[in-house]
């Protein structure tokens, strides 16, 4: 790989211990990814985070990283195990609270943000069109791909660290223009509206791109969508089929910039969406816990919980999962008395996926398919996908 | 006999070989305070892989395994080199954060668990002692 003067000082550990490291990484991945060098990022955005992830020993990596590593580019953090205020309300134990505060601790010494959310794109790390970017967390390395139209690889924990102390990646995959080409043509011939549905659209889509050992879709017949539709639709298709990049036909930036696959193609009709929904509803179901914000809400989504939750009372442990600066919003806003005041809770920081509560609930209602597919095998809940509306029902029922 | 391969992470060991031809999912897969291998079903279920040699096909499972290496490393209980048909991303990281020589394209069906093995990850070899 052909390095500049700048990285092979890196290299050399001109710059330190933790870059010289993290330049290893980097050249490492692009000998076996056959990149040709290295490119600057505008951004990072880290995941592994949570302590329930990390371990000791994650932990100890990063505080060894810590000792002498800066980041050199605009960087944020996936979520933590808790809510960093409210972690004892949440039924967080002690000992886990005070080594996810340790690990927190080491990336702040980086120079990281740490906003602990996986929407970077909804409070402040916000690529434009074409920005190359290092970005673990799947749902967002989708959304910023396909919906920005900016670039980056699928990376993992220390890949993205790597890319933070360096501001570099190696230039492969997604980064260049060869392998953003639609492979299969996905034809949507039923209605999809909302949340729950966007996700469950995501996992027939995902499911069948293993299937077919394909990537990225080409998708046709969604006349619209909102932001948190997509943002829904991202984590699905992210989580039940790898997906790192789609193309929607008149919606994202990049849909008419390649040829259209031909050659491989599936239609999707509203009995699929019927089915596939059910399989995202577990028999003999006992609700007693209701989340929404799989991805983290957005203000708009918890405006819209404010006006349904208004006046009512739930009657399960609700959360409503969301990035902490959303949250000082909804704080200002008045959302937030309004949704406390109905009995439900939020859960900064933090989310079902990372959280230390497996086996906790018995039943887990949201409208998240990524949360259903996480509430089976990693906390081992029954789960059930439903609209915002219908989860609100099931609470104050 | 000398194979020649691809330079993952630089460095020498030598040691027994244990061989699999199951991908290897660390996080989850091998406990990080005894070093063996814990996955239901896989070939090398209940072996230890500590001080070995360790030749498999690529990796698998949760982008986290790079951190249990690192945790093993610590523990003393990983192993002293890797040998990979064809690394992935998981195991490379993990090579590099715990200091293990790895080597990958290499022709793992040549070589069998016992046969003392010389690896050179700067070169990119390996030897097969006896």
Redesign the interface.
Known sequence: MRLNQEEKDMLEGKNGKATQ?SM??LI??G??FEAENMIEVYGVQI??VSYD??????L??LNEMAEDGKVKVLTTLNPAGMDRENWQVLGIDEEFAINQNRAIDAFAKMGIITTCSCTPYLIGNSPHYGQHIAW?ESSAVCYSNSVIGARTNRE????ALAAALTGRTPNYGYHLDKNRHGQVLVSVNAPVKGTDEFGVLGKIIGDKLVELGKKIPYITGIPSATVEELKSFCASVATYGGTALFHMDGITPEYNKYPKPSDVRFEIIQNEIESARAELIDDGIEIDFVSIGCPHASIHEIANLAKLLEGKKVKKEFWITTARPTKKIADEAGYTKIIEGAGAKFAADTCCVVAPIKGRFKGIMVDSAKACYYGRAKNKFKVKIGSIEQCIEEATR | MKLKG?K??KGVAEGEAIVTKDGISFYGGVD?ETGRVVEVGHELEGQSITGKVLVFPTGKGS??G???M??MK?NNTAPVAIVNKE?D??I??GC??SEIPCVDKINISNIKTGQKLFVNGSEGTIEIVD
């Open positions: 490291k290893e990484i490492t991945l000998d076996i995941a592994g992830n990390l371990g000791e020993a994650g100890e990596f673990a993992g924990g220390p890949s | 691809r993952v992470y990080p982008t986290v790079s951190y249990t690192y945790r610590k690394i991303t998981i490379a990281v590099i954060i």
